[in-house]
Each structure stands twice: as C-alpha cells, then as structure tokens.
C-alpha cells in the first residue's frame, strides 16, 4: 500500500491530509462520544467528513438533522430491516423522510447524532449496515433486481453482489484495507441480459459473457458440468463476466466505461474486485481531487499498463474478454406485474414518485412483502420497489390495497420514468431544487400531452450528476442562469442517453433555461422527438 507519509503532504489535497491524519473509519469507536458531545460541539472535520465512513452525513442545509446512508447489497431488504428504517424515520415526525437511491438503496433524514449509538445497535440486531457509504469508499454495490426471479437471467447476482460487499466491508464490520481509496468507487454487476444496474457509469462492471471453451480455464468446463442450461447454442461455452472500468459521472468530466478485455469466471469476480481496487488505492491520482476516479490513472497509465497492473495483483493470466457479451435487450423498467420462474409466483414493481418514502409508507410496503410475498423488498436504480412471490392467488387481492394509489403498478407514462437526485431540499451542492419541480413539471407537461411510451427524464441539481442525467431521454442538470439580468435557477439539458443493450451517454444539447421557462421547451421536446401529441381540449 503507498505509504502516505512519504508523500509530501504538499502535493495531497485536503481530503487526503486529513485521512492521513485519522482514517475516517476511526469514527466508529467514537460514536458514544459524538452522541453525548452533540453535532455543535464536534470536531468539524469528524462531524463534516469522517461521520460519512460510517454512512452518517452532515446536512449544511438543515444543521443538526443528518442523513444516513445504507448499505443496500443488490438493493435487497428484507420486511424486518424495512421496518427499522421506519421506525428510526418515524420518530422524527414531519422532519423524517428516506429516499431510494439511483444506488438501489436507501438513506434516511432526519437523524439527531445523540440517537446514532440506539440506531446503530438497532441496524445491528437486523443485520443492516451504513459503513463505508460515503465519501472515498466502495459505495452500494447495484445488481439486478430481478436476480433469481427472472427466468430469462443468464446468472443469479445477489450472492455475488453480497460476497464484494463483505470483502470490501469486512462483513459489514468497516474494512480499513479500503477505507482510503483516492475517490468513490462504484461497482455494478448483472446477470440479466438488459443491463439492468448501467453497468456503463461504474468504476468497475461485470456483464454476462459465454467464453470458448479454449479460451477459458479448462477446469471451469470440467467444474461447471450443467452448464448446458446457461449455454445458449454448445456445452463448449463457458459462462462468466467481460469487466469494464473506469465508468464515472463528476461535474469535470463524464465517461462509460471501456473494456477491459478480461473474462472472468463468476468465482473469479471478487479477486478481480479486490485486485482493481488495491491498484486504485496504491496507485491512483491523489493530488488533484477532481482528477482522483479510476479514469484518471487509467488515462494516466493507458489501458494496457492498467491492465498488466491488476493483472499482477490478481496473479494469474488473464483470460481475454469474451467477443462479445449477452446484454441485447432493451432495459426494463420492472414496473407492473411480472411472472417468475418459480411457477405460480409474480413479482409486481411500484412506482415512487421520485424515490421518496414517509415511515407510513415504509411500514406499508414491510406489511405488503409479509402478507402477499415471501417478506422480501427489492430497489431499482430508478428509485422504485419490487415485491417478489407473491403468489397467483394473493394476486388479485394484492392488486386492490389503497397503497397501489401512491405506488402505481400503471403510473402515467412521464411519471414512470422520471428519477430526480435530492436537490437543494437537502444537499448543499445543489443549484436548483429538483424533486418537487420534478413532479410539479410532470404534472404539467402530462396535462398537456398525450404520449405513447415512456420517456426517461432524469434531473439532478447540479453537475455532479447523481440523477444521471446522461442516461435519460432527457436530462436535466440544474445550473444558475440569468433572466431580466437577474441571476436565476436553470438547467441544461442533456439528451441521447441510451440504457440497456449498446448504452451509450447523453450529451448536453442546450444551456441555461431558466426553470421558470422550461415547460414549453420541454413540451417541444417531447412532441418533435417522443411522439407525443397536445391533447384535444375538452369537451364543453
Ligand atoms: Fe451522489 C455527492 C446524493 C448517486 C456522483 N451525492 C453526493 C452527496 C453525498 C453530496 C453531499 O454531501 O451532499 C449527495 C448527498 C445528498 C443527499 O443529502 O442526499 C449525493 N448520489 C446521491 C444520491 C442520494 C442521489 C439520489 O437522489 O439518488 C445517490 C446515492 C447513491 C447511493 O446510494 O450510494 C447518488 N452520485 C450518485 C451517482 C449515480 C450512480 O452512482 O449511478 C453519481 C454519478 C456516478 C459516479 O459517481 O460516477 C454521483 N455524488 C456524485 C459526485 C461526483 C463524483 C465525482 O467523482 O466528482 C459527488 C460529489 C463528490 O463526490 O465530491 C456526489
Ligand atoms: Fe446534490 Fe448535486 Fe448530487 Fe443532486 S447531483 S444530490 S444536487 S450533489
């Protein structure tokens, strides 16, 4: 590991000096005290960016009331553990809120420091955990959200998706190995064949791929012996994973992922994941904080150098990527009622308006995944919720709880796609507000316009991109613009994103439209490029 003290604190930024200082993990030991001592008394570097190792983030915008982010692996949660993150949302009353994350995952608002050391024995007793969530750590790592359920997959992710998180987490624990890596890490994998996790925006990303028999490792044909079933044409294929790197969104720069040309085995993804990530750790850029992700010593290093780097770290010969990898069909939203593989049994998605749930709400869809399905709850990236086994029976009945009315299985179809970060309602980094005018602008355009499929609108309050505005139709990113000589909230807009098979990211096609005036450009998007049609007026 590079020996930070020989480095000349000079040429680190000043997130690097103070995880030189104390590594952010250290917090953990410390929560009791912070709790006793209260959020105005801390120490500012703890309370501001240590706390976040521990997945607990100080909110400038409302001071005192912090959020906490979760650890989600796959973005699966059983009723138990939605319950606690009720009940811990719940005692904050109006102040308590969670999001689903873009991250298949969960943080909660609201959080007064003095109840952390309760809420963290609580996370304890259901097996929840918050480490590592934030700031230069491995964050949740996504899979497909229909993993074992989805009769067409090609591999079930969540034991895998587990494995990576216990090892970069140390089984929950806090794993100072990798709790000072120069900058977030995003790991993504899928089984499926529509890309379900953007596999394209993460720093490290697995995707379905049959290998040539002699092209793979002898031993995993032998091993593998029912293999035929994941084989689509010949028992000579292998089935495993082409990995690419370096994907990531940041207000200076934005790029997909590039092949690695490594295969590997399912057996093989959590070495490759720990090799990648002790290359980043002891090699990559930390002088520069906005040239820290992957990309950069990728770039730094050209592809080839990278590749012979993790190569040794792995310590085996790579395996050369397969030709090409099974992501060929168009992504699904999940939204709706679906047949399982499991004869009988039917997961059904809920739409949540822009990801933002109430303790009520939480509590809701617990008692819905116990009473209709086997107790389990699955996030998308699109900020939704999937109730998996429920059987053919329940169904009907399912289908008429009053909760269907705020969580739609049919939602409008502008409404079905829309994803919005967390704007200045909470973040500091934010230029506009997004969640609210999300909806509100929706509501008006849907008014307006009929249209005939979905259309993806992504907003997100400023260019670091967290709403992933290059993977919509259209993408909004707040901006401040000028109006009148005043200076005023806007957004530029991205378009061309393209998800599931050949992804590719949208660019920023116009600048600077004033908030106030975006609804008739957006109306002229959608009726040039979407299809859509001014409805007729009404009748008098
Ligand atoms: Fe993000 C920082 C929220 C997904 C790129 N992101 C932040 C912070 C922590 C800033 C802060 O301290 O206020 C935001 C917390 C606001 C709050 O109170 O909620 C924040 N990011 C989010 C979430 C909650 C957006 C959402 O509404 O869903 C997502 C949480 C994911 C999770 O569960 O872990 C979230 N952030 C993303 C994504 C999307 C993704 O991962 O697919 C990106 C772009 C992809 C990427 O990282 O490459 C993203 N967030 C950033 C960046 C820019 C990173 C960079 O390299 O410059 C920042 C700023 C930073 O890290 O310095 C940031
Ligand atoms: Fe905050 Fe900007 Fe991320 Fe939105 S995109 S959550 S405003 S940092």
């Given at each position: 590991?590079?020996?930070?003290a020989?480095?000349?604190?000079t ?7 103070f995880?030189?200082?104390k ?8 929560i009791e005290?912070?709790?006793?001592l209260g959020?105005e008394?801390?120490?500012e570097t703890?309370r501001?960016h240590?706390?976040k190792?521990?997945?607990v ?9 912090f ?7 796959n973005?699966i949660?059983?009723?138990e553990q939605?319950r606690?993150l ?7 009353g ?9 991250r298949q995952?969960?943080?909660?608002r ?5 109840d952390?050391?309760?809420i ?8 929840l ?9 491995v964050?949740n790592?996504t ?6 359920l ?5 591999f079930?992710t969540?034991e895998l998706v ?8 140390n089984n ?22 529509d ?26 044909i032998?091993?593998q012996?029912?293999?035929e079933?994941m084989?689509?044409s ?6 495993g994973?082409?990995v690419?790197?370096?994907?990531f ?8 992922a ?7 085995p399912?057996?093989?993804v ?9 290359v980043?750790?002891?090699?990559g ?5 906005q ?5 950069w010593l990728m770039?730094?290093w050209?592809?080839e150098?990278f590749?012979?780097?993790?190569e ?6 790579f395996?050369?990527a ?10 699904r939203?999940h939204v709706g009622v679906?047949?399982q593989?499991q004869?009988?049994?039917n997961?059904?998605?809920l ?6 749930l ?8 617990a008692?819905?995944?116990e ?5 389990e ?22 289908l008429?709880e009053?909760?269907?009315?705020k969580?739609a299985?049919?939602p ?6 829309l ?9 500091n ?5 997004t ?7 929706i509501?008006a ?13 992504h907003?997100?309050g ?10 919509a139709?259209i993408?909004l ?9 005043k200076a005023?909230e ?7 994103g393209?998800?599931?098979k ?23 998007l959608?009726v ?13």
């Open positions: 590991m590079t020996d930070l020989t480095t000349t604190t040429s680190l930024n000043k997130f690097e000096k995880k030189a200082e590594d952010g993990l250290a917090v953990k030991e410390e005290k912070f709790a006793s959020w008394a801390m120490d703890d501001d240590r706390l190792w521990v997945g983030f100080f909110r400038p915008v409302t001071p005192g009331k959020m906490m982010r979760m650890r989600i692996p973005g949660l059983s009723c939605m606690v009720a009940e811990v949302v719940q005692r904050y109006d102040e308590g809120s969670a999001d689903i994350t873009t995952n969960i943080q909660l609201g959080i007064r420091i003095e952390l050391p309760e963290f024995d609580k996370f304890h007793a259901v097996n955990t918050t480490v590592q969530s934030g700031m230069d750590n964050r790592i899979g497909d959200p229909v993993a074992g989805d009769a067409d997959e090609l079930d969540r587990q494995q990576i998180q216990d090892m970069v987490t929950g624990v806090g794993n100072p190995e990798f709790t000072n890596l120069p900058r977030k890490f995003n790991i993504a994998i899928t089984g499926g064949r890309n379900s996790v953007h596999a394209e925006i993460n720093d490290l990303a697995f995707v379905p791929a049959f290998k040539e028999a002699e092209g793979a490792r002898g031993d995993l032998s091993e012996g029912a293999g079933e084989t689509p010949s028992s000579q294929k292998v089935f994973f082409n690419l790197v370096g994907g969104f940041s207000a200076k720069r934005c790029e997909a590039v092949p690695l040309n490594v295969w590997v399912p057996e093989d959590v070495a490759l994941c720990r090799a990648v990530l002790e980043f750790r002891d090699n850029l930390r002088a520069n904080r040239k820290a992700r992957l990309m770039d730094e050209g592809i150098k590749r012979a780097e993790v040794k770290q792995f310590g085996r010969s395996i050369s397969a030709v090409r990898d099974e992501i060929d069909w168009e992504k939203d679906y047949k593989k004869p009988e049994l997961y059904v998605g739409h949540v308006p822009v990801g933002r109430y303790a009520e709400d939480m509590f809701e869809i008692r819905l995944a009473v209709y399905g086997s107790g709850i699955r996030l998308t990236v699109e900020q939704n919720f999937i109730i998996p086994n429920i059987a053919d029976s329940l169904l009907e009945t399912f008429t009053p909760v269907l009315d969580f299985i049919n409008t179809l502008l409404m079905r796609s994803v919005s970060c967390t704007g200045a309602q909470f973040c980094f934010a230029l506009i507000e969640k609210n005018r999300a909806l509100a602008t509501k355009l849907e008014a307006e316009l009929e249209l005939t499929h979905p259309v993806r609108i907003w997100t400023c260019p670091n991109s967290c709403g992933q505005p290059q993977v139709d993408g990113m707040g901006t401040k613009t000028r109006k009148n000589g005023v806007g957004v530029d807009i991205y378009m061309g393209k998800v599931g050949e992804a590719q990211l949208g660019t920023c096609v116009t600048k600077g439209i004033p908030c106030e005036d975006l609804l008739p450009v957006l109306r002229e959608l040039e490029h979407f299809g859509a049609r001014l409805r007729e007026p009404a009748a008098v």
